[in-house]
């Protein structure tokens, strides 16, 4: 099935994930293909338009089984004309389209001109170039026609960004997928042709820019802002620009300390100015086109502003001050909460925590400073409300944080597609000024015109060969990029289009990996915790069912589960005022039972297990159902895939049955114990009469 | 304060623990210790008799300012004679007298003839001399006059050995107080003069046997066995030699494959048995009097005759018949059962797993094997019932197994003075041949005639300063010591004893530490997991409430607590039949719930919260109020203690209320984490309302 031999070193079908560019059977279809295709005139010259090239010529070969030719000047045959516009401008990409580009946008058009097929591959600027490519070439992988094509297509959000949390001894915070790709024993690892084909995969869906170390920024991590990684880090950068991606690193707070041997860090010491000035200066002298730093600070045990009395505009402001000549930005992440939280203390929130400490000071950043808030107030549930933080800062730079990794959402053990989860997030509207101020008008930068905004996620990628452990699990990668590119696609088409470009075209294989995809969620939900509370996950490295595992700690995680009741009682009116944070009519919404959606009741409100919900259920009586179902649901999903093991490339099978079994063996467990726990601590029995210990 | 720095590099008072040998301010009482005090005659010649007089030597000249003159022929001036029976035998220390020793046991004696004052310190062997000795160095430290002394000892149990858990990287497992004092990076440490000193410590309260590594051999422990490090076992085991103690190893039962690269490990293979009898003969080369083999064997992931489907009876005889001819045993440790129990499944039950699994082999082992039996059914916990296995098998040698390590009893932070527990479980009457079958009576070997018998404990030190971590944990390495000497007597005399050789002789100290000692048990039992039930602790480290922490596990260890009521039912009539496993009368005793005693009756039972326990208070009431009391009491144990403040060496007083602190801390998470889950359980309120979360 592996006709990719020119690829990086790879054998298996499984390493090039969705950029297999599997031979074309259909004869005629290769010579629609080929009316278009015999040439490539590149007008125009850029590394990126390099890429563009290198990637046609291998993704045209594979399919067709031919290499076209390559010209510079105008030439005769049926042709790809791929170029920047201001080369490019003729009477059929004119001006008029032209306009209709943003930075990142491109045009694809054919035509037939004097009975010679012709394909403008046409972008605003070079990566819209190698993006117009990459359309063509996923198009081909949905053997899709290309007469009378008439594309412009633009992102919709600016930073389309991918964090890695990866650290240089090799391991990956939240990995999931074997080691890290960019680093193995404290050193750069090397294998500049893997960061290559991950700089690949991520261009082919959008991704302008990249992290490249874990947040949680350690002592051997906090030199890669010396000259001792900084040659290696500008190695790294220059891979990922020539397919149009941003190099960015997360620094160390205290690192005018532990690198620059002051004696503080606070950001308001002129000392500690300068040498954040120079440091960012000798940055740049490595990588010129530096995106710039990611801050988690104040936040989980590490260093930030807090410790010298600063806040974290403060904080912030001294490392923007420092880019602003060079034009790279402090992306500053807002997760911060009181993580030493006594569980006795019921006055406290952790959700409240983000809107809390930065609420305050909108309008005290500056412009190149971009806050990171993860999509919901706690951290990455199946679950959760969206972050009232959304729309609560008119004047400060926002970027929403997904996580691709699936920490809490089955370890890419269990499939989770996750894409519809960031649809809803998305859709969500904040109502911040009115109607339609739905999340994705805000991250975009439209409804309050943002200088900086965009999306981040934390990536799920290793060293597997696969990269994402579970093989399914590539399909959350390639949905988040393209989500993020087009927040108005539908969670269905950018399955298909990935099960299209990564198992082909038989019917019954799209139909059946399509479907496990899309009911993926919803199970996984139904098997862990219930109703929107969270939690109940095995402390420390979250996979598995630990009902009380965060109950009596100092995180912040509860359920108040009793012999009467469960939920959070976040309410104004009796509880934590969380529902306060929200904008008037989600706050209302959220306040009253009546209209608390099912799925977050126990979020928002404590209720007693016999509380009947609009399902017309009662509490205890769902979570029995749904722990019961969820495990009949996992079954199902094994079952299903079992009937492709003809059809998939034998590795492939192997590894995500393997996943399959784990998966059903981990929802027993959840079932078992969180039926378990609610029954003992109800005592009341299931209508149906099904096992419980 | 400290006087002794003749002792081995020590400059802290706490590292010579019970041997403080503080200079006698009462001149009166010097006179009356030197009338026998001018030189000592010693009779004989062995180096334990050299270290008897070492130690005497030592001794008496910190008590009393002036070393006694050595003679080895009969003089004329006032003196201590020591020696061997066959050496000392005179009308005064006579046949009638000698022949009431035991093997370790020892005459004191003190005459005055012809107006000359002489000590007599006369063992049945070499041993018995060190024995005496020690004992009149604890007469003084004691203050008590010396004449007339007419003192016959001889120790009850015949193994009085000690379990160090040490592993050669340095760590201990379940070890509270810094590194091992034998290891260090994978080696011998090479401290042989602080290995010297807990020689001394363990002689002079009797102790006659070491295992020198964790019971669980991992990797390079395996080599132990090995020329790698036979020549530095060697060199330990001369050290404790000197002082009446025999060294054993603790062994890998895979070690025919890992270190002999058979094939097989399996029992009754011809060549297995060969390279047992090979290996034990190389061993023995090295150390002609080696104790033997100390195994934990299919038990918790470590190799066993299971695997070859060998019973214990086949595991442990192939290395028995090895040390026959050596005259060395093997400790072959009981502590077996499933540690990958389904929670599902309540028919198993982990306390009837050493019965069950040893019972049915009574009188298939060899006779130098010996059988280490835990003191209770679970693992060390503050309560539990004793162990059925004592008593049940009469035709097997058995040894007790106590923990001196505080691995559930608050790990040397918690004060636990676990003396009363061990008197308790010693007391206890099994009924195995009618009345007065206690425990005691079947490890000493008296009940059954055993061959080999007696008492073991995992050992409490570690290379802190002060040996056990908390300076007061002291008291029961001593303790244990004392204890298994004779078991009939009093917690408070041992205790006695030790604050005396400790703190001196102020009233109130002795008054004060004396009080804290002897609540501590009682104190930590209020505090933590309530009747009987044990666990509810943090899994892994074992320190800190937790209390479905294991309740969802592999390791068979719950409380089945629902909304109704809590407890394991382990009766005949409706439980899981442990009951039927101890003699009828017990059996009778713990199946009802008329005459269990509620300090027991979660383990045996399930009932409701508001069962009335035999004090009258319902269960729930009972957990709340010995709750909120346990934290109080731990503020009186503190608050006591800073009445200490100038009586006691600083680094001491510091060391204890530094943990005393912590205690308070553990007390109150303990209080509000149990109250606080019991009150969500069951909903029933507190009848006093106080604070429960």
């Known amino acids: ?284 002298s490595y990588i010129p086109d530096f995106g710039g730093f990611v801050v988690k600070a104040d936040s989980e045990h590490r260093p930030g502003p807090f410790s010298y009395n600063r806040n974290h505009a403060d904080g912030a402001n001294v490392l923007a001050k420092a880019l602003q000549p060079f034009g790279g930005v402090v992306i500053w992440r807002c997760f911060v909460y009181n993580c030493l939280q006594d569980w006795r203390d019921r006055s406290i929130d952790r959700a409240k925590a983000a809107y809390d400490n930065f609420k305050p000071l909108d309008g005290k950043f500056l412009d190149n400073v971009i806050l990171q808030i993860k999509n919901g107030p706690m951290d990455f549930q199946v679950r959760e409300p969206v972050s009232p933080l959304f729309g609560a800062m008119s004047e400060t730079n926002q970027l929403i944080e997904f996580q691709v990794a699936q920490e809490y959402t089955g370890q890419q053990i269990d499939l989770c597609y996750l894409v519809p989860q960031w649809k809803e997030v998305l859709d969500f509207d904040t109502y911040a000024k009115g109607k339609q101020s739905e999340v994705k008008n805000i991250v975009d930068g439209s409804l309050f015109n943002f200088k900086y905004s965009g999306i981040a996620a934390v990536s799920n990628i290793g060293n597997d060969t696969n990269w994402t452990g579970n093989t399914l699990a590539q399909a959350n990668l390639y949905g988040y990029g393209r989500l993020i590119w087009n927040p108005e696609l539908s969670a269905e088409e950018i399955a298909e289009e990935w099960v299209e470009a990564t198992f082909g075209h038989k019917q019954h294989v799209k139909e059946i990996i399509l479907n496990m995809l899309m009911q993926s969620w919803p199970i996984y939900e139904n098997y862990t915790a219930p109703l929107g509370v969270g939690w109940m996950i095995n402390p420390g490295h979250h996979y598995g069912p630990n009902i009380d595992g965060y109950e009596y700690s100092v995180w912040g995680t509860y359920h108040f589960a009793d012999h009467d009741g469960i939920g959070v009682d976040r309410t104004i009116a009796t509880g934590t005022g969380y529902t306060g944070q929200y904008f008037r009519e989600n706050a209302d919404y959220y306040e009253s039972l009546e209209t608390c959606p099912d799925e977050l009741l126990l979020f928002f409100h404590h209720v007693p297990y016999t509380y009947r919900l609009h399902s017309g259920k009662t509490v205890i009586q769902h979570i029995y159902d749904t722990h019961f179902e969820g495990v009949e649901q996992v079954k199902q999903l094994r079952e299903m895939f079992t009937r492709l093991e003809k059809d998939l490339d034998k590795a492939i099978y192997a590894n995500v049955l393997d996943r399959l079994e784990r998966q059903l063996a981990n929802a027993k467990e959840w079932r078992d114990k969180i039926n378990t726990y609610f029954y003992r601590k109800s005592g009341i029995n299931d209508e149906k009469n099904r096992m419980i210990y």
Chains 1, 2 share one sequence.
């Open 1 to 284: 099935m592996n006709n990719l031999n020119y690829l990086t070193g790879a054998t298996e079908v499984s390493y090039h994930c969705w950029l297999q560019y599997t031979k074309i059977e259909d004869e005629a279809l290769v010579e629609h293909y080929q009316r278009y295709c015999q040439s490539l005139l590149v007008l125009g010259k850029s590394t990126i338009i390099e890429s563009a090239v290198s990637e046609l010529q291998k993704g045209l070969h594979s399919y067709l089984g031919s290499k076209p030719s390559i010209a510079t000047q105008e030439i005769n045959s049926a042709a790809i004309i791929l170029g920047t516009a201001d080369k490019v401008n003729n009477p059929i990409v004119n001006n008029e389209l032209i306009d209709k580009l943003n930075d990142d946008g491109y045009i694809i058009k054919s035509v037939n001109e004097n009975d010679r097929n012709i394909l403008y591959l046409v972008g605003k600027s070079d990566i819209g170039v190698l993006y117009a490519a990459f359309h063509l070439l996923r198009l081909m992988a949905s053997r899709k026609m290309v007469d009378n094509l008439s594309i412009i297509e633009n992102p919709r959000n600016q930073f389309r960004m991918i964090n890695q949390w990866d650290n240089m001894d090799g391991s990956i915070e939240r990995g999931y997928s074997g080691q890290s790709i960019f680093y193995t024993d404290n050193q750069f690892s090397g294998d500049w042709e893997r960061i290559k084909d991950y700089a690949r995969l991520l261009s082919s869906v959008g991704i302008n820019a990249i992290s490249i170390n874990n947040v949680n920024v350690f002592k051997v991590e906090t030199n890669l802002i010396t000259e001792q990684f900084l040659p290696d880090v500008a190695k790294t950068a220059d891979i990922f620009r020539a397919y149009g991606i941003k190099t960015f690193l997360s620094i160390n707070y205290a690192s005018p300390i532990e690198v620059g041997k002051l004696e503080t860090a606070d950001p308001l010491n002129p000392e500690v100015e300068k040498w954040w000035q120079q440091k960012t200066k000798e940055i740049y």
